[in-house]
């Protein structure tokens, strides 16, 4: 029986900088990617409010993961000084955050106070599309940096592509016992960014969604 091929896991413990088809880019440990020649900065996945849409649905959350969230994308725009994010995709949990007449416009205030968001959608924005474009967001199914491929979710087109959707996260041995952590997903293709979120889950790189894109990639913890 053969054995299963040995994951490249590398801890991210500061930003790297690697060439993905001739593109500068800085990997970071908070789950960014920044394009210094583009001074764009790359997230994919926050799921703001979501603990609003499960406290709405019944289950009690305290609804601090939006701020945690958008403070920590905040730090980063500020480090990088990039002068466009990059959302790319699931920047919003769900249609019931409309009942607060003030959340949308709110993080979107937020989203923009250092730099100009660029939003690709998502499965879960697109519900909120419309909403969206009455708060004069412009919307894109995906964003070129060079000759690089931004979107949500992969598609079979040949060529560069960098994507979130699938929350990667890899199992590791530390003295503390197992963990599972977050990583980067970085192959000849392609980039799986981790969810950015702070209230997001995390699928194994094993899984059957994420193995073929996991398969000779160098996985980077954060």
């Known amino acids: 029986m053969n054995k299963p091929t040995p994951l490249s896991i590398k801890p991210l413990l500061a930003a790297r900088e690697i060439s993905f088809h001739g593109c500068?880019?800085?990997l970071r440990p908070s789950?960014?990617?920044f394009f210094p020649d583009f001074s764009a900065l790359a997230v994919a996945d926050l799921h703001l409010g979501k603990a609003l849409h499960f406290s709405a649905a019944g289950m009690f959350l305290p609804p601090y993961e939006s701020d945690a969230t958008l403070h920590k994308l905040d730090a980063e725009a500020q480090a990088t000084g990039a002068a466009k994010i990059l959302l790319l995709g699931d920047a919003f949990h769900s249609t019931r955050l409309t009942a607060d007449p003030d959340f949308l416009p709110r993080m979107i205030k937020f989203l923009a106070r250092r730099a100009a968001p660029v939003f690709v959608l998502g499965n879960h924005?697109?519900?909120?599309a419309r909403a969206l474009e009455k708060l004069s967001c412009a919307l894109h199914e995906e964003w070129r940096v060079d000759v690089i491929?931004?979107?949500?979710?992969?598609?079979?087109?040949?060529?560069?592509?960098?994507?979130?959707?699938?929350?990667?996260?890899?199992r590791v041995a530390t003295r503390a016992g197992k963990q599972r952590r977050p990583c980067f997903v970085v192959g000849a293709e392609t980039i799986v960014m981790p969810a950015f979120g702070a209230l997001t889950g995390g699928l194994c790189v094993t899984s059957a969604a994420l193995a073929p894109f996991a398969l000779g990639a160098e996985l980077y913890l954060i």
């Open 125 to 128: 924005d697109r519900p909120l």
């Open 149 to 170: 491929r931004l979107r949500h979710e992969p598609d079979a087109l040949a060529g560069p592509q960098i994507f979130g959707h699938l929350h990667p996260c890899a």
């Open 31 to 33: 789950g960014a990617l």
């Open 24 to 26: 500068r880019i800085e």
